[in-house]
């Protein structure tokens, strides 16, 4: 019922604002304006999802570190999960406007960070400091389904990490200031990177 009735409230939003820009077809300026309106439609979609997923996780209770998938705590997990807006934020991907998205939802994210389409999948567990570099088809993952269990942790990226294209990193991380993590790494759950150390690999290791 959530899922529905955000998705067709943002569905809602959309289809007024393009009926509103072909109302703008007429005089001079009339295919300025509709091109202006059509662009405007996906930015007010990926605000309005993130404000209605930030909503929801300012009123929900924090994820439960450990329990059972049978637990209502961990559906509860699943519903607001799937009011993720990831497909609208990648419009913004590698722009300053990105940052501030994950910022409406509850990351608490650094000054300067570059974000060239990272996915995090559990908001209110992650933390970025300041002049991080987040690349292409990187993933936080704050969460995990582990023999019918359910397990989250909180994850903590330090000022000045960098993240590799296509580099996983799992719960209850803690990357200190200045680390890197090569690309197509997995880092794996509870570990801890060094300040300015480089790790690398499956698993990820020192290099």
Request: hydrophobic share 45%; glycine share 10%.
């Amino acid at each position: 019922g959530i899922f529905l009735l955000t998705r067709w409230l943002g569905v809602f939003l959309v289809v007024l604002i393009d009926l509103a820009a072909i109302e703008f077809f007429e005089g001079m300026f009339a295919n300025a304006a509709m091109a202006l309106l059509f662009a405007l439609s996906p930015v007010v979609a990926a605000v309005y999802y993130a404000i209605v997923e930030g909503c929801f996780e300012k009123l929900s209770p924090p994820p439960p570190s450990i329990c059972s998938i049978y637990d209502s705590r961990f559906w509860w997990v699943e519903r607001v999960w799937k009011l993720h807006p990831i497909n609208f934020f990648h419009l913004f991907d590698g722009t300053p406007f990105l940052p501030l998205l994950w910022r409406l939802i509850g990351v608490r994210m650094g000054k300067r960070v570059f974000d060239d389409g990272v996915y995090i999948s559990e908001p209110t567990l992650t933390t970025f400091g300041d002049e991080c570099v987040l690349n292409h088809q990187s993933l936080i993952q704050c969460e995990s389904q582990e023999d019918g269990t359910f397990k989250s942790g909180r994850t903590e990226i330090g000022a000045g990490c960098t993240i590799g294209v296509g580099a996983f990193v799992h719960y209850g991380v803690t990357m200190s200031d200045g680390s890197v993590l090569a690309a197509d790494s997995f880092l794996m759950k509870g570990e801890y990177v060094p300040p300015h150390a480089r790790w690398g690999g499956n698993p990820a290791r020192e290099m």
